[in-house]
C-alpha cells in the first residue's frame, strides 16, 4: 500500500519565479492538505481540497493556489516567490468520511535564493 | 485564534526514562488531537491521537491524555529508547470525524534519549 508520495523532493528557484509541486495521496484517500513547515517550526496549514474543490484556506496570500485532479492527486503553485517561501512542503491525504486521520509525505525542501 | 502551545521545546533523557511533552490549545470547539514524530529529512508521522470523548489512550510504550476542561493534552513514552530520538508535534483540530478541517500544530519537541 503506497503511502502519500510527493515530488520533487528539492527545489532551488530565484526570487520572482513560479513552482509547481505535486502530491498523491494514499491509496483510498481522497483529501488533500497542504501545509508549509518553516525550519524548526511546526506545519501550517495552507489548504484543503476536497472533491476537487479548495474547501478551507489557512492564512496565506493568493500567491498560493492549488489543484485536484479527479484521481484525487493535488498541486500547490507559489507565484511571485519570495526569499520568505523557502520551507518545507508538506503534503497530507486523508479519507473524508470516516476518522480523517492525516497521513503525511515526506514534503519537497524548496529554497528561494 | 487558533493556538497550540507545547513545552517543553527540548527534552533530554536516559535510555529506559520516560518522556512527558504537554500541549494547550486555545480552541474550545478542538475534538481531535493527533501526536507525530519527525525524523530528520523526512514528513511527520502520526503514532497516535485522541479524540474527545475518551480521556486516555495507549499503544504498547505511548500513551496520551486529553483533559479537555483545562485545555490539556500530553504525551507519555516509557522505556525511552535512542530510537525514540525525534521531534515530536502535537496538533488539535475541530471535527472528530468525517470532518475535513485544518491541524493546529504546536511548535514541536525535540526529544533525545542518550544510550
Known amino acids: 500500500d503506497a503511502g502519500v508520495t510527493q515530488s520533487p523532493t528539492h527545489l532551488i528557484k530565484t526570487r520572482g519565479q513560479q513552482v509547481t509541486l505535486r502530491c498523491s495521496p494514499k491509496s483510498g484517500h481522497d483529501t488533500v492538505s497542504w501545509y508549509q513547515q518553516a525550519l524548526g517550526q511546526g506545519p501550517q496549514f495552507i489548504f484543503q481540497?476536497?472533491?476537487?474543490?479548495?474547501?478551507q484556506r489557512g492564512n496565506f496570500p493568493d500567491r498560493f493556489s492549488g489543484h485536484q485532479f479527479p484521481n484525487y492527486s493535488s498541486e500547490l503553485n507559489v507565484n511571485a516567490l519570495l526569499l520568505g517561501d523557502s520551507a518545507l512542503y508538506l503534503c497530507?491525504?486523508?479519507?473524508?468520511?470516516?476518522?480523517?486521520?492525516?497521513?503525511f509525505g515526506p514534503g519537497t525542501r524548496l529554497t528561494v535564493t | 485564534g487558533e493556538n497550540v502551545e507545547q513545552h517543553p521545546s527540548t527534552l533530554s533523557v536516559q535510555e529506559g526514562d520516560s518522556a512527558v511533552i504537554k500541549c494547550t490549545y486555545s480552541?474550545?470547539?478542538?475534538?481531535?488531537f493527533p501526536w507525530y514524530k519527525q525524523e530528520l529529512g523526512k514528513g511527520p508521522q502520526l503514532i497516535i491521537d485522541?479524540?474527545?470523548?475518551?480521556g486516555e489512550k495507549k499503544d504498547q510504550r505511548i500513551a496520551v491524555t486529553l483533559n479537555k476542561t483545562a485545555k490539556h493534552f500530553s504525551l507519555h513514552i516509557t522505556e525511552t529508547q535512542p530510537e525514540d530520538s525525534a521531534v515530536y508535534f502535537c496538533?488539535?483540530?475541530?471535527?472528530?470525524?468525517?470532518?475535513?478541517?485544518?491541524?493546529?500544530f504546536g511548535t514541536g519537541t525535540l526529544l533525545a534519549v542518550q544510550p
Open positions: 496538533a488539535a483540530r475541530r471535527g472528530s470525524h468525517g470532518a475535513t478541517n485544518k491541524l493546529i
Open positions: 497530507a491525504s486523508s479519507l473524508a468520511s470516516g476518522l480523517n486521520e492525516q497521513y
Open positions: 481540497y476536497y472533491e476537487e474543490e479548495e474547501r
Open positions: 485522541i479524540r474527545s470523548n475518551v
Open positions: 480552541d474550545s470547539a478542538s475534538n481531535y
